[in-house]
Nanobody, 117 residues
Framework: QVQLVESGGGLVQAGGSLRISCAAS????MGWFRQAPGKEREFVAA???????TYADSLKGRFTISRDSAKNTVYLQMNGLQSEDTAVYYC???????????????WGQGTQVTVSS
């Protein structure tokens, strides 16, 4: 069973930065999704088996996904945060690079990110 544990969420002022983490029980293609109040969950970023990265078009340049293989931990660095980035951020994992972007099998519990204006 894949286990994913997020950490690092919190309250940040508009224009600020935050890094959230996801510790996994092994190495997988992994991704981040987010869900804002009243909205559907949306794809944010993903990192492949070989550490290739993909992003939602609207977030390119502000968000960066990375991996520390020694710790089986994936990070999401978020810069220039705005109120519309307020959401619960979920870590996800899958057994394929494709699935992690569209239908992850494994999910973390979520971490709240709140951006104050």
């Amino acid at each position: 069973q894949v286990q994913l544990v997020e950490s690092g969420g919190g309250l940040v002022q508009a224009g600020g930065s935050l890094r959230i983490s996801c510790a996994a029980s092994g190495r997988y293609p992994m991704g981040w999704f987010r869900q804002a109040p009243g909205k559907e969950r949306e794809f944010v970023a993903a990192i492949t088996w070989t550490d290739g990265t993909t992003y939602a078009d609207s977030l390119k340049g502000r968000f960066t996904i990375s991996r520390d293989s020694a710790k089986n931990t994936v990070y999401l660095q978020m810069n220039g945060l705005q109120s519309e980035d307020t959401a619960v951020y979920y870590c996800a994992a899958a057994n394929s690079n494709y699935d992690v972007q569209v239908r992850p099998r494994y999910w973390g519990q979520g971490t709240q990110v709140t951006v104050s204006s």
